[in-house]
């Protein structure tokens, strides 16, 4: 950008080679005077950077300092905003202390202008400058001059002194002293921006840490309270943690543990825990692995393992988690159901076979129904043929019963007639002879026998109860007559105790055993 009358833009070796235009220091003496003076501003503004870590205090420092060697009292520092798009007045004396917060935007203002042009700029009348701000409270400013801050070969900032009154003015002098404090105050920001970080870093650590005790005792306590045994081994194999599920699942305690390999892999069962660990080791995570472990006792679990490496700093490996699980009810459950199952499947291979015979037999039975079907038709024809012979057979039976029962009858009444004809009256005249009472007794059976060959009595006896001896059915015929055990045994020339045989016999056979119905009012029911 060219200069203006008002504006020059060379370093101060360039300010030198044109001192005509600013006033000269007359005599050695007040040069060496002013450079103890700047020497001394610097090295005392040294030490105060030493001792204070606040980025506005540092900056504030630098300011006064640089403004009480150039004879002012009117100076700021404008500082680039975090995102780089505008500059903000963060220290002010004088003049700019009501100035405070005010922003410019790259190529605005003396600041904006520095910021630019990345070079020092120094404005002799402010009021007359083209490229000043249009607020009307800067109308009192005169001479400005600006200096870049510079960190890293960016511009994050801009020093800037002032004079209010006519007549005054800064030398090429002033720009080197403010030149100066301006890499002193890089190097406040600098502290300032590394003590800021350290504060960050300090609290981010802090958070860090309580994270990690917090985060550690969380885990702590969810491994404390898991209901599943868990045990922490280091790259060695030795045990750094066990829960007390473990403890309580094996039998054995913490404090025997720790620091140690724990010794409770089953010979049987190492093969397969070396190559889970290989595996492991190898970067493979080991996830439900079943396998078998020892308590004290001496009991062997099967258990359900996983495992997973855990890495230091470094990336390295430092140690693995191993999660265990006790399923050896499972295992008990699951034996038992192959168990069950096998039992199972030589239940059905035996059903299979039966049913297979089953239905061989199923189909010999079908097929012989099959001829029996054929047999029953043929003989139901056959049937139906006797049938109609035998409904002519029942008919001619059905006369020739007739016939029968009418012959019957008539003999009946032949018998009955002959007997009163013939032998009733001899029988009445032999009862009235002399006869002994056995006699007599025997007279009177023989008239009622005689009575009950033409009666229906004995016919009805002997069709409906035809498996009564005779002896039963001459027993029969007194106790209907009314005699008593005794008179039968008389009579039949018998022992009482035969005649009781015989009725228990006679009851028996005509259904009466569990009866007490009177033997003889069932038999006097058979002439009815």
Not at 239 to 250: G, K, S
Not at 404 to 412: P, Q, V
Request: glycine content about 6%; aromatic content about 6%.
């Amino acid at each position: 950008m060219s200069a203006t009358p008002s504006e020059r833009n060379a370093r101060p070796r360039r300010v030198k080679q044109r001192d005509a235009a600013l006033p000269r220091l007359t005599g050695e003496t007040a040069a060496l005077r002013r450079q103890n003076e700047c020497l001394a501003a610097l090295h005392a503004t040294s030490l105060g950077l030493i001792d204070r870590l606040d980025k506005e205090e540092l900056l504030e420092a630098v300011l006064q300092r640089a403004a009480r060697l150039t004879r002012t009292e009117h100076g700021y520092i404008y500082l680039l905003e975090p995102d780089a798009a505008a500059m903000q007045m963060r220290v002010g004396m004088g003049f700019f202390k009501h100035q405070l917060g005010l922003r410019v935007l790259r190529g605005e203002g003396v600041g904006g202008r520095v910021w630019q042009s990345e070079t020092f700029l120094l404005i002799d009348d402010y009021r007359t400058w083209a490229g000043r701000l249009a607020d009307k409270s800067l109308d009192a400013l005169r001479t400005v001059v600006g200096i870049p801050l510079k960190y890293r070969g960016r511009v994050e900032g801009v020093i800037g002194l002032a004079q209010v009154e006519a007549g005054k003015g800064f030398q090429a002098e002033d720009i080197e002293v403010l030149e100066r404090f301006a890499e002193l105050a890089t190097v406040a920001l600098d502290k300032a921006r590394l003590y800021a970080e350290a504060l960050r870093e300090l609290a981010e650590r802090k958070r860090t840490e309580e994270t990690l005790r917090e985060s550690e005792a969380r885990y702590r306590l969810l491994l404390e309270s898991s209901p599943d045994p868990v045990v922490v081994y280091d790259v060695q194999g030795a045990a750094q943690y066990v829960n007390p599920a473990f403890e309580q699942t094996f039998g054995l305690r913490r404090d025997e543990l720790l620091g140690k390999p724990i010794d409770f892999v089953p010979e049987e069962s190492w093969p397969e825990t070396r190559a889970a660990i290989g595996n492991m080791l190898k970067g493979d995570k080991i996830q439900l692995f079943e396998t078998r472990r020892k308590t004290r006792d001496g009991r062997t679990l099967d258990v359900q393992l996983s495992s997973t490496l855990f890495f230091d700093r470094d990336g390295k490996p430092a140690g693995n988690i191993v999660t265990l699980r006790d399923i050896s009810a499972r295992k008990r459950a699951e034996r038992k159901l192959l168990e069950y199952q096998d039992q199972l499947e030589e239940r059905v291979a035996a059903r299979t076979t039966e049913l297979a015979q089953a239905n061989t037999q199923m189909a010999q039975e079908v097929e012989e129904r099959k001829k029996a079907e054929g047999q029953l038709r043929k003989r139901e024809k056959e049937l139906k043929a006797q049938s109609l012979h035998l409904q002519e057979v029942n008919t001619a039976l059905k006369v020739l019963l007739k016939q029968r029962e009418d012959d019957r009858k008539e003999f009946g009444e032949v018998v009955r007639s002959n007997v009163k004809e013939l032998i009733s009256p001899y029988l009445e005249q032999l009862k009235k002879g002399r006869l002994t009472p056995t006699q007599k007794a025997l007279a009177d059976i023989l008239e009622s026998n005689l009575g009950n060959i033409i009666s229906p009595f004995i016919s009805q006896l002997s069709s409906n109860y035809i498996n009564l001896t005779p002896t039963e059915i001459r027993v029969a015929n007194l106790v209907k007559e009314g005699k008593t055990n005794k008179e039968i045994a008389a009579l039949l020339y018998l022992s009482k105790n035969t005649i009781l045989f015989h009725r228990h016999n006679i009851r028996t056979k005509l259904g009466l055993r569990r009866s007490k119905k009177n033997l003889r009012s069932h038999l006097l029911a058979f002439e009815m």
